[in-house]
């Protein structure tokens, strides 16, 4: 069965950088699409970043310059460095990643799987 496990969220001041990681696990054959979306208190989930592998990242446009994403197909990870954050870029961060692995009955399948979230909390 495959699980994604996120780390790396935290609490750090404005002007800072975190690296949050989405570890997927299983008998995973391969990673074609991850993306990280973020929620903050009483807004929409919105869309931070987005990565096809063998394709070019794309960004919230407001993220593009400070956030980058990246997969790390050999070890089933991915990656989203974010820097000088600032107190909008606070919330629950959410990794989704759709991929292809083997179920129960050893037959491949794609699937669509998010992580747990982890909370990023950027203070003035």
């Known amino acids: 069965q495959v699980q994604l496990v996120e780390s790396g969220g935290g609490l750090v001041q404005a002007g800072g950088s975190l690296r949050l990681s989405c570890a997927a696990s299983?008998?995973?054959?391969?990673?074609?699409?991850v993306t990280w979306f973020r929620q903050a208190p009483g807004k929409q989930r919105e869309l931070v970043a987005r990565i096809v592998t063998g394709g070019r990242p794309t960004y919230a446009h407001s993220l593009k310059d400070r956030f980058t994403i990246s997969i790390d197909n050999r070890n089933h990870m991915a990656n989203l460095q974010m820097n000088n954050l600032n107190p909008e870029d606070s919330g629950v961060y959410l990794c989704?990643?759709?991929?292809?692995?083997?179920?129960?009955?050893?037959?491949?399948?794609?699937?669509?799987?998010w992580g747990q979230g982890t909370q990023v909390t950027v203070s003035e």
């Open positions: 299983g008998r995973i054959i391969a990673v074609s699409t």
């Open positions: 989704n990643i759709q991929l292809v692995a083997y179920n129960q009955a050893n037959v491949a399948a794609s699937g669509d799987y």
